[in-house]
């Protein structure tokens, strides 16, 4: 059996608890460094993202709208018969706050063709003509956290909005056919309401891509138009379902 010289046991010792020295150190500096890990990473989430930038394209359909005369003489109504989709662009600075919400100011750009121009019931060719919304957004939205609710650790954020803003509508259309035809190229300045929905995939700690939908539309408003030489007034009506898509930028 061989025996271990005391200056060994000694060493061995030495080695010993210097080893159970540090391996104490490490574990109680294990919780701090994870400490210190989450609020570094609560703080790079807080420090980027704050702010963003989001650009948007997207289709733009607007329903058959009624055009409604308001003048004395016999009436004109009709409606506008918008088959085809047409195209949205748009571009939001928002900021984000309180974890889940956030809230942006939108300016968007809608236009859409016109097929056909029905005035008492007549259907008539609308050539070239156009509807479009021009608008100013406040929105707000409110972000869903799939890890808090469902426990999943996706990089997917559902969401949901609802706003209120300014607009500019414009009806340019005339129909070439028939005893009734009206021309009308106008414009006017109405109230605007919006609701959304969609979810976000995060690309990257200051990079997302949108995916929405979003219901938009106006008060009525006046336009006027032209018929047999006479000036016509008449109430309009703006609504569109919109499907779009978007990247945004924090900072």
Same mark, same amino acid.
């Given at each position: ?53 989001? !650009? ?30 047409? &195209? ?20 968007? !750009? ?31 939205? !409110? ?71 979003? &219901? ?27 499907? &779009? ?7």
């Amino acid at each position: 059996m061989t025996r271990l010289q005391p200056n060994k046991i000694s060493t061995l010792a030495k080695t010993i608890m210097a080893l159970s020295t540090t391996a104490s150190l490490f574990l109680l500096a294990s919780p701090g460094l994870a400490a210190d890990e989450e609020a570094a990473k609560k703080k790079s989430e807080e420090e980027v993202g704050s702010m963003y930038l989001e !650009y948007m394209v997207g289709l733009s359909h607007s329903p058959n709208q009624t055009l409604r005369s308001n003048d004395a003489v016999p009436s004109l109504d009709g409606s506008t018969d918008n088959n085809a989709a047409g &195209y949205f662009v748009g571009v939001a600075l928002g900021h984000r706050f309180m974890d889940q919400f956030r809230a942006e100011l939108q300016v968007g !750009y809608r236009a859409s063709n016109i097929e056909k121009l029905s005035v008492r019931g007549e259907d008539g060719s609308a050539g070239s003509s156009r509807l479009s919304l021009f608008s100013a957004m406040l929105n707000g939205y !409110y972000d869903l956290d799939l890890e808090e609710l469902l426990s999943l650790d996706v990089p997917l954020t559902p969401w949901i909005g609802v706003g209120i803003g300014w607009g500019m509508p414009r009806l340019d259309v005339q129909n070439g056919e028939g005893p009734n035809q009206l021309s009308v190229d106008d414009t006017d300045s109405v109230f605007v309401y919006n609701a959304m929905t969609g979810v976000t995939y995060r690309i990257s700690e200051t990079t997302e891509w949108t995916v929405g939908y979003r &219901y938009i539309a106006t008060e009525d408003f006046d336009i006027s138009g032209t018929s047999a030489g006479a000036t016509r007034n008449f109430d309009f009506e703006f609504d569109a379902h919109e499907a &779009y898509t978007g990247i945004r930028f924090m900072f």
